[in-house]
């Protein structure tokens, strides 16, 4: 096949399109500019330069792997979030867009720069190392079950120069009972109900690791586990931060209400409306 860059992007685009993929364009020249070691400008820039056979071969084998609906993010293996590069795999949740709302939420609520931030069910680190890089005193705990999982944590921690602020811990967050006191715990746990698996999208359900997606039957099995548990562990005038899914505002407030200690239940859109993340704070008597 003898193709420019240019005539490369329109096959690939093509490809992408018939198989269904949301962002055809983007994520062919996300897959070529990988696969050259060049900027998405260095194609727009150099879009006559012809490809050679090895390249068109590296091309078709991760477009193929597109074709099979793999996301994007584990086969050009990193994600930005929160403007940092991300390295992930297929053991960890790729961060999401919408989840910059939770950090951007946590930083509105530091009450001091010495601050000491719990992160459940650290995955990729997403969390703990944008809020380690934003507060450069803070200490953070990070639990995750998998140790795989929190291998690319700690990578994605000594990449970013924080790992000297986050201690990385692997145990079941619904049943250990957590070391230490917090002025906030964070996190984004699991919340899709189990029967509702099936239904997401095939780049989700085929590719990303279940245990970060199954919330159980009414997916609030770990805001069950979660907002009992931080009552102990978050200080005075702490702050419990959670995403949640689209519907279960109502459902996680509730499970707030249930403990008089937790103050100031506030619900956070994130900017396409959507429910998104629920604050609280801890306050005693």
């Not at 609520?109 to 890089?133: E, H």
């Not at 967050?173 to 189990?194: A, E, Q, T």
């Not at 770990?222 to 959670?242: S, T």
């Not at 249930?258 to 506030?266: I, K, L, M, P, Q």
């Amino acid at each position: 096949m003898d193709a420019n860059i240019n005539s490369f992007l329109n096959w690939s685009q093509s490809q992408l399109a018939e198989a269904g993929v949301l962002s055809p364009r983007l994520d062919s020249e996300i897959i070529l500019a990988h696969t050259l070691n060049l900027s998405r400008t260095d194609l727009w820039t150099q879009g006559k330069r012809v490809l050679s056979e090895s390249e068109v071969k590296n091309v078709k084998k991760f477009m193929e792997r597109r074709l099979n609906r793999e996301p994007i993010s584990l086969i050009v293996g990193h994600q930005e979030f929160w403007s940092l590069d991300f390295i992930v795999d297929e053991n960890v949740l790729t961060p999401r867009p919408e989840t910059e709302l939770l950090v951007e939420t946590a930083l509105n609520f530091i009450l001091s720069p010495t601050a000491k931030i719990l992160d459940l069910g650290t995955g990729s680190g997403a969390l703990a190392v944008a809020m380690a890089k934003e507060i450069s005193e803070s200490k953070v705990s990070a639990i995750d079950i998998d140790p795989k999982a929190l291998s690319i944590a700690k990578k994605n921690a000594e990449r970013h120069g924080v790992a000297n602020q986050i201690e990385f811990i692997c145990a079941d967050l619904r049943k250990c009972d957590w070391s230490g006191c917090f002025s906030m715990v964070l996190s984004n746990p699991p919340y899709i109900k189990s029967a509702d698996i099936q239904k997401i999208m095939p780049e989700v359900r085929n590719y990303e690791p279940g245990k970060a997606l199954d919330g159980g039957v009414t997916g609030l099995d770990f805001y069950q586990a979660i907002i009992p548990m931080a009552i102990d562990r978050l200080e005075e005038n702490g702050f419990l931060i959670l995403e949640i899914g689209h519907d279960q505002a109502d459902e996680v407030t509730a499970l707030l209400d249930n403990f008089s200690c937790y103050r100031n239940v506030e619900v956070i859109q994130d900017y396409s409306g959507y429910d998104r993340v629920v604050k609280a704070k801890k306050k005693n008597g």
